[in-house]
């Protein structure tokens, strides 16, 4: 089954401790990307990757890092949570062919303390 | 500038009554348009899109939404709701110049009444 998934669902956190969200994909996309949640603001892009080894900043990106090693993964680090980076995160990817739709994970709801 | 507008943030309809989400969108040139709904506690799932042709266009769900140029808009439909239609409707634009980004708006909100 074509699907994106993440991990961990369900995060709660202190604020300053490390913490990654993984995202894979099995639909071998190129383009891979990470949005907030927030309520009354809709989605939000914070990073995105068009390749690997080749990202760029979204919107958002401030307090976030990415990584893309290996295609299929694009995981998101927060090196120093804080508590105004409580939110609802997901993740997306989409294929070559432009324009495309972009297929969702389930999302990681993320609570800093 | 550019952006996406959902005027409404919530909506409610009884059962079986019919429902227009309203989307309008501000760009130079026609972007890519979509509708993507989220149930409680789930992703986002494509209700459907439209790139060029037809301006009414079918989805799943039971859903259409119709593309009017001249409105700068793109409103969905459903001629007969269901309770499980209750969810988060979100329309997204990809913009011509960046098909890579996609643009939320801030969604509308269904409560379905029985």
């Known amino acids: 089954e074509a699907q994106v998934t993440q991990n961990p669902r369900y995060l709660i956190t202190v604020t300053g401790k490390k913490l990654t969200v993984t995202c894979s994909q099995n639909?071998?996309?190129?383009?891979m990307s990470w949005y907030r949640q927030d309520p009354g603001l809709g989605l939000r892009q914070i990073y995105y990757?068009?390749?690997?080894?080749?990202?760029d900043k979204g919107d958002v990106p401030e307090g976030y890092k990415v990584s893309r090693k290996e295609k299929r993964n694009f995981p998101l680090i927060l090196e120093s949570p804080s508590p105004n980076q409580t939110s609802l995160y997901f993740c997306?990817?989409?294929?070559?062919?432009?324009?495309?739709?972009?297929?969702f994970g389930p999302g990681t709801r993320l609570t800093v303390t | 500038a550019q952006s996406v507008t959902q005027p409404d943030i919530h909506i409610t309809v009884s059962e079986g009554a019919s429902l227009e989400l309203r989307c309008n969108y501000s760009?130079?040139?026609?972007?890519?348009l979509f509708w993507y709904v989220q149930s409680p506690g789930q992703g986002l799932q494509l209700l459907l899109k439209?790139?060029?042709?037809?301006?009414l266009v079918q989805g799943i769900k039971g859903f259409e939404a119709e593309f009017k140029r001249s409105q700068s808009s793109f409103n969905l439909r459903k001629p007969s709701v269901h309770w499980s239609d209750a969810a988060e409707y979100f329309c997204?634009?990809?913009?011509?110049?960046?098909?890579?980004?996609?643009?939320f708006g801030t969604g509308t909100r269904l409560q379905v009444f029985p």
């Open positions: 439209y790139f060029s042709g037809d301006t």
């Open positions: 639909m071998n996309h190129e383009y």
């Open positions: 760009y130079g040139a026609t972007p890519y």
């Open positions: 990757s068009m390749n690997v080894e080749v990202t």
């Open positions: 997306a990817s989409f294929g070559q062919k432009r324009p495309n739709e972009q297929y």
């Open positions: 997204a634009v990809a913009p011509p110049y960046n098909t890579d980004k996609l643009i």
